[in-house]
């Protein structure tokens, strides 16, 4: 799906092989299974769910698991997140 400059509301939106170019996501359920990489530049969200699933759910249990395996999870965990924290390059589009 190939998005430039649409506004979705109240809608369910599934990221995976999107192509989004300065859209705005309102009131929207943003669903990513992680199965295929996809690309989000200019856009904003308001007020909105996100649900994992598939591959991306395994992600996210694997790193509560590690999370809660003790100091040496919590901290692998922690160091993933200060990564994901720190800016992105003015020139890096937004591309998973």
Known sequence: MKAVGEH???????????????????????????????RMVGCHIKN???????????TIRFLTMM??????GEQFVSELFDVIRQPLPEDEEREV
């Open 48 to 58: 909105f769910q996100v649900l994992f699933e598939g591959p991306a759910a395994s």
């Open 8 to 38: 979705f509301s109240s809608i369910t939106v599934t990221l995976d092989a999107g192509d989004f170019e300065d859209c705005v996501f309102e009131n929207c359920k943003i669903i990513f299974h992680g199965l295929h990489g996809f």
């Open 67 to 72: 999370y809660r395996m003790g100091p040496g």
